[in-house]
């Protein structure tokens, strides 16, 4: 009997109680308050200060009422016109186009954007910009013996070529008129861009080593966790048997994005682990053998940076990585990292 009456008188303390707004009730409810500045916390008492709440309805002691202006009911169709205006065409336009002439990033987009060409005519531009990055790279070579002055007029056609055949704008407009069946807007190719190409997930091949972008070199692979690596990027290309027997390998079309078979190479000898740099290549031959091992020919195309690092289950500890591609500037800078790493 005694334990219900305390119980009772508990709830009623607890009733009685006054609700207090302290600086610890505030660090409770949301802990990274004591983190934030002066001005944000400004800011953010302000608002609720200012803000049209909930008022306790006098005639029900439990339930609140929704008024029209309150709050919890302005919200949600803030949030729904703030979601409306941002699937419009009006903004991501100008902001995709200002991602393809940009200076430094422009390169990375205009690339990811060739992607979304059909088949045949991104091969033909994956081979002239093959060729400029061979002559780009033999340039370079040359220019550090200090040989390639005379001839660096000649090695800057290839690339001219594709900019004129395929001006940013211009590719965006033939991009866009193929899917002339389906609205496909400017926030949609943005997306597509970004979470596809800029940032990718793909298997990780660790070896220190030197490696220059489009300077094809060649690996034997014979690890059990590499065999299954290379026999699942051939899998996804166009036709496995020819790829898997040093054929041609023909990339396959994935939602509209051609994805040719690419890895990533851990060569510069740092830790493995994310916000470390390493080297996308992609695979250009593969002879595989009965035991499977392989021999690749692999092309490097662009630095990336480490975001995220896990291990495959069952593939014999085969390392995945989430990646973000960099920039040419920090690609030359990377380079001569690479060399520093694999020198010293």
């Keep these: 009997m005694m ?81 409306q205006l941002s699937d419009l065409d009006f903004f991501w336009d100008p902001v995709l186009k200002r991602q393809l002439e940009h200076p430094e990033n422009g390169t990375l987009w205009v690339d990811g954007l060739q992607r979304l060409l059909p088949l045949e005519k991104f091969v033909e531009l994956e ?55 389906e609205v496909v807007s400017y926030r949609q190719l943005y997306q597509k861009i970004y979470t596809s190409h800029i940032q990718f997930d793909a298997p990780m091949f660790v070896m220190p080593c030197h490696l220059r972008i489009g300077q094809v070199y060649g690996l034997h692979l014979f690890e059990p966790r590499y065999r299954i690596m290379m026999h699942d ?11 898997m027997s040093g054929g041609t390998i023909r990339p396959t079309v994935r939602d509209g994005l051609v994805t040719p078979p690419l890895l990533i190479h851990a060569n510069l000898g740092s830790r493995l682990a994310p916000g470390e740099n390493a080297c996308l290549v992609q695979v250009v031959q593969c002879t595989t053998y009965e035991q499977g091992q392989a021999d690749v020919q692999l092309l490097p195309v662009a630095w990336c940076r480490l975001d995220r690092i896990w291990v495959r289950p069952n593939a014999g500890h085969l390392f995945y990585a989430r990646a973000t591609r960099l920039p040419r500037s920090t690609q030359q800078r990377e380079y001569y990292h690479s060399v520093r790493s694999w020198i010293f």
Excluded: C, W
Aim: no cysteine; aromatic share 4%; hydrophobic share 25%.
């Design 3 to 83: 334990h219900l009456v305390n119980k009772s008188l508990g709830k009623r303390r607890s009733k009685s109680k006054p609700t207090t707004n302290t600086s610890d009730d505030m660090r409770q409810g949301f802990p990274q308050y004591a983190d934030l500045g002066i001005e944000i916390r400004r800011h953010i008492l302000s608002f609720v200060a200012t803000g049209p709440m909930e008022e306790r309805n006098p005639n029900e002691q439990i339930s609140y009422t929704y008024l029209p202006g309150a709050l919890t009911s302005t919200l949600p169709r803030v949030n729904k016109e703030f979601r």
């Design 233 to 243: 990027l051939m899998q996804a290309t166009e036709d496995p048997v020819t790829s």
């Design 127 to 181: 081979r002239q910009k093959r060729q400029s990055q061979v002559q780009e790279s033999q340039r370079s070579e040359e220019e550090e013996d200090g040989e390639g002055e005379e001839e660096e007029h000649e090695t800057e056609g290839p690339q001219q070529q594709i900019s004129a055949v395929l001006p940013p704008l211009q590719l965006l407009q033939q991009v866009r008129s193929q899917f002339a069946d």
